[in-house]
C-alpha cells in the first residue's frame, strides 16, 4: 500500500506520451472532452459519427481522413471524473476495444482519405491497441498444455528457452521503465494489462466479425463509495 502514490494515473501515459506523439505526426485524435471542434469540419464529414461506438476517435478519423488539422496542447486545463469501481472500468475499457475495432472494420485508416502515411501508423495503433488481450492469454494459458496434456509448445529445454526470452523480457522492462516510467510502472503495468485481458479479448475480437454488434452507452461515473479503497490504476 505505501507504493500506491508513486503509481502514476492511469491515463498518464495516454495523454503523456501516446498523444503528443500522435500530434507530432498531426495524428492527435479527439477523446470525447476537452477539445474544440470547428463547425465546418464536422459539417464536411455528416456530424458526429455514430457507426461505431467510439464516435469521437472515429469522427476524428473521418475529419483528418478529409485534410483537416489536429493539434494537442499538452498542459493540464481542466479535471474529470473517472471510474469508481473496477467492474465499471472493466466494462468502459471493453467498449473502447469493441469501438475501435469497430473503427478498422468500417473505416479502416491503411485505406483511402487523405492521410499521410505516419498518419496512417498512428491510427492503426489505436485502432489495434486492445487486440494485446488475445496473445496475453495466450502467453498465460499456454503452460496449461505441457501441465494437463504434457504437450510441449516449444521444443527445447528450459534452459534453453531461459536463454532466449530471459534477456528479451529483462530488456523490455527495463526499456520500458526508461522510456515512459513517469508515466507507466512496467510491474503494475502487466497487472493491469493482464487484469483487462480476460475482459477485452471477445470486445476486441468479435467486431472484426461483426462490427455493427454493441450498442453506444455513457460510462457511470460520480458515484459515491460507501467504503474507503486504495486505487492502483487511476
Known amino acids: 500500500m505505501f ?6 494515473g492511469e491515463g498518464d501515459l495516454f495523454y503523456g506520451v501516446v498523444q503528443p506523439g500522435n500530434d507530432f505526426w498531426n495524428a492527435a485524435f479527439f477523446c470525447g472532452s476537452c477539445a474544440v471542434l470547428r463547425r465546418t ?9 455514430g457507426e461505431t461506438v467510439t464516435e469521437d476517435a ?16 499538452n498542459l493540464r486545463l481542466s479535471a474529470g471524473l473517472a ?7 472493466v466494462g468502459q ?26 498518419q496512417r501508423l498512428c491510427y492503426l495503433a489505436a485502432m489495434t491497441h486492445f487486440q494485446f488481450a488475445l496473445p496475453r ?17 516449444v521444443a527445447a529445454p528450459a534452459i534453453t528457452i531461459a536463454a532466449y526470452a530471459a534477456p528479451h523480457l529483462l530488456i523490455s522492462l527495463v526499456v520500458n ?10 510491474f503494475w503495468g502487466e497487472i493491469y494489462e493482464t487484469l483487462l485481458a480476460f475482459h477485452l479479448v471477445g470486445p476486441s475480437l468479435l467486431p472484426l466479425i461483426d462490427p455493427k454488434r454493441g450498442k453506444f452507452n455513457v460510462t457511470d461515473k ?13
Do not use: C
Open 177 to 186: 521503465e526508461r522510456m515512459h516510467g513517469r508515466d507507466r510502472r512496467a
Open 58 to 73: 472515429h469522427t476524428a478519423l473521418k475529419m483528418q481522413k478529409r485534410g483537416w488539422n489536429t493539434a494537442y496542447l
Open 3 to 8: 507504493a500506491v502514490k508513486d503509481i502514476p
Open 222 to 234: 460520480g458515484g459515491l463509495l460507501r467504503e474507503g479503497s486504495s486505487t492502483f490504476a487511476s
Open 137 to 153: 492469454i495466450v502467453f498465460l494459458t499456454s503452460p496449461l498444455a505441457y501441465l494437463l496434456f504434457n504437450q510441449q509448445i
Open 41 to 49: 469540419a464536422i459539417a464536411s464529414v455528416g456530424g458526429f459519427a
Open 93 to 118: 475499457r471493453a467498449r473502447w476495444a469493441r469501438g475501435m475495432t469497430q473503427i478498422f472494420r468500417v473505416d479502416n485508416p491503411l485505406i483511402g482519405g487523405r492521410l499521410t502515411l505516419a
Open 83 to 89: 471510474t469508481e469501481r473496477l467492474s465499471i472500468h
